[in-house]
Nanobody, 123 residues
Framework: QVQLVESGGGLVQAGGSLRLSCAAS????????MGWYRQAPGKQRELVAT???????NYADSVKGRFTISRDNAKNTVYVQMNSLKPEDTAVYYC?????????????????WGQGTQVTVSS
C-alpha cells in the first residue's frame, strides 16, 4: 500500500558528505513521522533521526551536529544530509514512514520501511 524508495547512498571518504532521499508513494492518506535508521554488520538497527509532519526533529547523540533531517510534505519525501562522515557511520540506512491508509472504511496507521541503501565511509 505504501512504498518507500531510497537513494543517495555510496562510498565516501571520512570527512565527506552524502545526502540520502526517500520518497513515499501509494494510497497514502497522511504521513506522521518519517525517519532514518541504520544497521551496521553484526549490530541491531538503530535510530538516526526522525521528523514529524510539523517539523519537530530528533537525533541520535552520535549524529547530532553532523546530520540534518528534513522533509517535503508535498512530495512525501524525507532527506538526511550527512556531513563530517566517520567510518563508524558505515551501515545500511533504512527509511521509515508512519503512514495512514484507508482500508475499506477504516484508516490504518502503520510503519513502512524502505529496502535500505548502503553507506560506506572509508578511513
Amino acid at each position: 500500500q505504501v512504498q518507500l524508495v531510497e537513494s543517495g547512498g555510496g562510498l565516501v571518504q571520512a570527512g565527506g558528505s552524502l545526502r540520502l532521499s526517500c520518497a513515499a508513494s501509494g494510497r497514502i492518506f497522511s504521513i506522521n513521522a518519517m525517519g532514518w535508521y541504520r544497521q551496521a554488520p553484526g549490530k541491531q538497527r538503530e535510530l538516526v533521526a526522525t521528523i514529524t509532519s510539523g517539523g519537530s526533529t530528533n537525533y541520535a547523540d552520535s549524529v547530532k551536529g553532523r546530520f540534518t533531517i528534513s522533509r517535503d510534505n508535498a512530495k512525501n519525501t524525507v532527506y538526511v544530509q550527512m556531513n563530517s562522515l566517520k567510518p563508524e557511520d558505515t551501515a545500511v540506512y533504512y527509511c521509515n514512514a508512519r503512514a495512514s491508509t484507508l482500508v475499506a472504511t477504516t484508516f490504518i496507521e502503520k510503519d513502512y520501511w524502505g529496502q535500505g541503501t548502503q553507506v560506506t565511509v572509508s578511513s
